[in-house]
């Protein structure tokens, strides 16, 4: 019995059960759970906040913002044949160029006012003259849409406006914002302007060469005319005066000397 007593007597100074260790930290110390709680919810908050985008504070537009006009001038056509795969951008320029050559320009060479002299390899040789011009008017628009973007990007400022043109601001783009546009612009618009000009050089040269041929096939024209009996002054036209036809025709006209001399 004494034993049993001194069990007793020991046994609330012991721990209690596992069981029972919850509820019992939940009810004692109610308020050490609930700043863990609001230091993970801190945290996350933190971690989330870190994750938005640099311009959070930007005062510019959304749509005047040098990275959102980067993006649509990559989703727009034709600009976006200029950032794509070489293959696919040659092909697409020369299926435009080739377009309007058939259906534009050979039609006008070959119908309109370019004369009625012109040989077949004239007329050819203008229809492709006006598809690489249209070809490089098509260039240089993307060209100068890439420069401008590519000079928003590179450049520490933005020039954007609230409203309209009479209310233009400047915004100091932050450090990371700088950093961002300026590897975009180093690494992602130079190829493209770079691509851009080589074929504005090769557009321009085959141009050139187009027109010369042109030239030398006109010129080949007009002399082979005058070696088959034209003028010396110039090419024959027909309808035009010619003193053989005149006396052929009437030759009265021609005897004022021969009866001048007979009446002597």
């Known amino acids: 019995m004494a034993l049993l007593l001194s069990l007793k007597q020991l046994w609330p100074s012991q721990s209690p059960p596992p069981l029972?260790?919850?509820?019992?930290?939940?009810?004692?110390?109610p308020h050490t759970i609930k700043p863990l709680k609001s230091n993970y919810h801190?945290?996350?908050?933190?971690?989330?906040?870190?994750?938005?985008?640099p311009e959070t504070g930007c005062p510019v537009p959304p749509e005047q913002q040098p990275i959102n006009e980067y993006q649509s001038l990559c989703t727009?056509?034709?600009?976006?044949?200029?950032?794509?795969?070489?293959?696919?951008?040659?092909?697409?320029?020369?299926?435009?160029?080739?377009?309007?050559a058939m259906f534009v320009g050979l039609p006008v060479s070959w119908y309109g006012s370019v004369g009625v002299g012109w040989e077949p390899i004239q007329r050819i040789l203008?229809?492709?003259?006006?598809?690489?011009l249209v070809v490089t008017l098509?260039?240089?628009?993307m060209y100068l849409g890439w420069a401008y973007v590519g000079n928003r990007l590179l450049s520490a400022t933005v020039e954007y406006e609230e409203t309209g043109w009479y209310d233009g601001q400047i915004w100091v783009k932050t450090a990371e914002v700088l950093a961002r546009d300026r590897l975009l612009g180093s690494f992602t618009v130079k190829p493209v302007l770079n691509r851009l000009k080589n074929t504005l050089v090769a557009l321009a040269i085959s141009l050139f060469i187009f027109i010369l041929l042109l030239i030398n096939t006109e010129s080949s024209q007009k002399v082979g005319s005058m070696a088959s009996g034209g003028e010396p002054g110039g090419r024959a036209v027909a309808g035009a005066y010619n003193d053989e036809s005149a006396r052929s025709f009437e030759p009265e006209a021609f005897c004022g000397g021969s009866g001048l001399s007979m009446e002597d």
């Open 138 to 141: 098509a260039v240089v628009r």
């Open 20 to 29: 029972l260790l919850s509820p019992l930290t939940s009810s004692l110390f």
């Open 76 to 100: 727009s056509s034709p600009f976006s044949w200029a950032s794509g795969d070489f293959v696919e951008y040659c092909s697409r320029l020369l299926a435009t160029g080739a377009g309007f």
């Open 126 to 132: 203008g229809a492709l003259c006006s598809g690489i």
């Open 42 to 53: 801190r945290r996350t908050r933190f971690s989330f906040s870190s994750r938005d985008p």
